[in-house]
């Protein structure tokens, strides 16, 4: 079965800076979908990113990118320029080719000060 | 927006009782995915519907049960319930079945006394 683990339970970064939060799966599969969702403390999931297993190239939405080393397992998320309202917790998924549920990271709560 | 509606926003129950959380997904949308959220877990699924069938099961409870009415909106029936099945529950709607991301509702926190 496949799993997804974020193995930073929090992580904090001062407003301006860049974070990187990690992602590492598990799965036999050679196409799948990997994303980023970001819950802020209202609670609401929002799609941060997506990337498509057999794209090379990662995927940049703004201020995040991601770093996708498909070899390792990993796919980790960029926010350059960090901002307050970046707060949140980040959630890491799976979807497999068969396009069934998406499975979630336990996710990475994230702290932005001033 | 999402454009995912759920209701209720919040539910009060006690140990015991049955409970039904209604979802109505995305115009276009046809599979819809039910998750639970505690406090001390991540988001774990429970249910998949695509158009009106039951396409995948995880971690559902057989106190828990769901479906996908011809109109595609879904419900997700509790019963029997625990102190341990307070969480916030999801449901996310997504246009195909691969490859898409899912647009999730903003959920119904559930509290069972």
């Known amino acids: 079965a496949q799993t997804v683990t974020q193995s930073q339970p929090e992580m904090s970064v001062q407003e301006a800076e860049t974070v990187t939060l990690s992602c590492t799966y598990d799965?036999?599969?050679?196409?799948?979908?990997l994303f980023w969702y970001k819950q802020p403390p209202s609670r609401q999931m929002i799609l941060v990113i997506r990337?498509?297993?057999?794209?090379?190239q990662n995927a940049t939405e703004n201020r995040f990118s991601v770093n996708f080393q498909k070899a390792a397992k990993s796919f980790s998320l960029k926010i350059s320029d960090s901002q307050l309202g970046d707060t949140a917790m980040y959630f890491c998924?799976?979807?497999?080719?068969?396009?069934?549920?998406?499975?979630f990271g336990k996710g990475t709560t994230l702290s932005v000060s001033s | 927006d999402s454009g995912v509606t759920q209701t209720p926003k919040h539910l009060i129950t006690a140990t015991g009782q049955r409970v039904t959380l209604r979802c109505s997904p995305r115009?276009?949308?046809?599979?819809v995915y039910w998750y639970q959220q505690s406090l001390d877990q991540g988001l774990q699924f429970l249910i998949q519907?695509?158009?009106?069938?039951?396409?995948a099961k995880g971690n559902i409870l057989e106190r828990f049960s769901a479906q996908q009415f011809p109109d595609l909106h879904s419900e997700l029936n509790l019963s029997s319930l625990e102190l341990g099945d307070s969480a916030l529950y999801f449901c996310?709607?997504?246009?195909?079945?691969?490859?898409?991301?899912?647009?999730f509702g903003n959920g119904t926190r559930l509290t069972v006394t």
């Open positions: 996310a709607s997504s246009v195909s079945q691969v490859g898409s991301p899912l647009h």
């Open positions: 990337q498509e297993a057999y794209k090379q």
């Open positions: 998924a799976y979807s497999n080719q068969a396009g069934t549920a998406l499975i």
């Open positions: 799965t036999s599969e050679n196409n799948y979908y």
């Open positions: 115009s276009g949308d046809l599979s």
């Open positions: 519907y695509y158009n009106g069938e039951e396409r």
